[in-house]
């Protein structure tokens, strides 16, 4: 197996053209899957809250929560960098307690990294998590976490602010950005004038990398998923089948068979 992703590893696949291929994973069956598939990086995404929690939107999700979630896919994950999501209100309320819980993730969570939404309104924020030597991935464009305040999931074209918002993010220390929601010909002109990688989410194929969430290439979520989204595989109808086989075979008292008896 090659060398653990590092944030360095990360910045010479930019400079090298090398594209970085990113995903989500919320436990430590899928996350060793994620990671021995070659993954370069795993996110456990507040989406945990949507594709596992089975709520409508991020807001909701915890820091105890996220911690939760950190620690299992961290111990399943050899090879990709893992990085924790911080989630809404717990870095929006001022450095000293975006610090403490970022550091969570670090200290109880296992993970290498964080990341957090926002672009220049948050650069301070990521000056300090980073001034305490804690990588931060920043993620610009479609903000889930201010779902509210954009009128619904909507894809950002103010090219000049999306610009402005990736130097900013590249300047306070982030080691790398996301681009969630963003039209290709802009993500373009981003990748380009920044040094950093950006990692594209419904960006387009101009981006350093790309990150989709886990659930979504498994068909295993029954949400609207929006046009950038790729089924890889559809394991929802293929988990339906098998637990729909072993509800026959009991209740026609096919299972347990011989073999699986103790004598
Ligand atoms: O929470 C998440 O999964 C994310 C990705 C969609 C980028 O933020």
């Given at each position: 197996?090659?060398s653990?992703?590092t ?29 021995e ?20 939107s ?24 893992v ?22 993730f ?5 993970a ?22 804690i ?17 619904g ?8 602010r ?12 982030a080691f790398a950005?996301?681009l ?12 380009e ?5 950006t ?17 979504d290439?498994?068909?295993?979520t ?6 950038f ?8 109808s ?6 729909r086989?072993?509800?026959e ?15």
């Amino acid at each position: 197996m090659n060398s653990p992703v590092t944030v360095t590893k990360l910045q010479k696949m930019k400079t090298n053209g090398e594209k970085i291929v990113a995903l989500t994973a919320y436990d430590h069956p899928f996350a060793k899957l994620v990671d021995e598939a070659g993954v370069h990086m795993i996110l456990v995404g507040d989406s945990v809250g949507m594709v596992v929690q089975g709520k409508s939107s991020t807001l909701p999700v915890t820091m105890d929560e996220m911690i939760y979630h950190t620690k299992m896919v961290s111990r399943a994950v050899n090879h990709a960098i893992v990085v924790g999501d911080m989630p809404f209100m717990s870095y929006q309320t001022g450095k000293s307690e975006a610090i403490t819980n970022a550091g969570r993730f670090i200290k109880e969570g296992d993970a290498a990294a964080i990341k957090l939404e926002g672009g220049a309104a948050v650069s301070e924020t990521i000056r300090a998590i980073t001034g305490a030597g804690i990588p931060v991935l920043a993620h610009i464009g479609l903000l889930p976490q201010s779902v509210h305040q954009m009128g619904g999931f909507k894809v950002q074209r103010d090219e000049e602010r999306l610009l402005a918002d990736a130097i900013e993010v590249e300047t306070a220390g982030a080691f790398a950005v996301i681009l969630e929601g963003i039209p290709d010909d802009i993500s373009k002109k981003v990748s380009e004038k920044i040094n950093i990688p950006t990692i594209g989410i419904g960006a387009g194929i101009n981006c350093d990398g790309q990150i989709l969430v886990l659930h979504d290439v498994l068909g295993l979520t029954d949400r609207h998923v929006p046009k950038f989204v790729k089924k890889y595989v559809d394991l929802g109808s293929a988990a339906k089948d098998g637990i729909r086989k072993y509800v026959e075979e009991v209740q026609e008292s096919k299972f347990p068979a011989k073999e699986h008896f103790y004598g």
